[in-house]
């Protein structure tokens, strides 16, 4: 089973929509969970970070839920701009100096 | 913003060649990572360094490769014998411990071709 699963999509949505994405993880030592956007042949880039209490960041919110070992991500009013992959990520061991565990990815495509 | 800088972008090596990839963290960052992706898959984790000494390393991380602070600017991954399943992106990552900053900031990679 993989450490950290995501619907790997494409979701295709018009401007304007929101959209959700899914991804849990088997570890449960896993300790911080974050939000990483990766555009085309570009490194990985922290959109947020995600706690227990949910955050909100503008458009984007995301969740927790460690007892089911989940995280969800979702972006309203979508823009043209939104269009990457979504990663899931997962950080083991103790401290904030752990490596990132990654999942493969969500592709988002907006369209006008 | 400060920026974690990598060279060179893109480097073509044949099969059984030693490459060498470099990288300049955050000036004031202490912890190293290198994480590569082969086209289309996901993000995998190498090794991790820390006070001049890995603190983790993958499976993946094979007696192939090697890294090195040199100079205490730069942070180098050593390949000393390439595959051609040794060809992907190859990302730096660097980490600061401050109060409000506690994710790793990633280069903009290596891309490796190995023929």
């Known amino acids: 089973r993989k450490e950290v699963e995501q619907d790997p999509g494409p979701f295709n949505v018009p401007e304007g929509a929101t959209v959700a994405f899914n991804c849990t993880y088997s570890?449960?030592?896993?300790?911080?969970f974050f939000w990483y956007r990766q555009d085309c042949r570009k490194e990985p880039k922290l959109l947020m970070s995600?706690?227990?209490s949910g955050n909100e960041d503008g458009r984007f919110t995301a969740q927790l839920n460690r007892a089911s070992q989940y995280i969800s991500l979702l972006i309203r009013d979508s823009k043209l701009s939104d269009s990457a992959t979504y990663l899931c990520?997962?950080?083991?061991?103790?401290?904030?100096?752990?490596?990132?565990?990654f999942g493969q990815g969500t592709t988002l495509q907006v369209k006008p | 913003e400060p920026e974690v800088t990598q060279t060179p972008s893109h480097q073509v090596t044949q099969m059984g060649q030693e490459v060498i990839l470099r990288c300049v963290p955050i000036?004031?960052?202490?912890?190293f990572y290198w994480y590569r992706q082969i086209l289309g898959q996901k993000v995998e984790f190498l090794v991790s360094?820390?006070?001049?000494?890995?603190?983790?390393k993958s499976e993946i991380f094979d007696d192939q490769f090697s890294v090195e602070r040199p100079d205490g600017s730069n942070f180098t991954l050593k390949i000393r014998s390439t595959k051609l399943e040794d060809s992907a992106m190859y990302f730096c990552?660097?980490?600061?411990?401050?109060?409000?900053?506690?994710?790793?900031?990633f280069g903009p990679g290596t891309r490796l071709l190995v023929l």
């Open positions: 990520v997962v950080r083991r061991g103790s401290g904030n100096t752990g490596k990132l565990i």
């Open positions: 570890n449960s030592a896993s300790q911080s």
């Open positions: 995600v706690y227990s």
């Open positions: 000036s004031n960052h202490l912890y």
């Open positions: 360094f820390y006070n001049n000494e890995i603190s983790e």
């Open positions: 990552a660097s980490l600061a411990l401050l109060a409000n900053k506690e994710t790793q900031y």
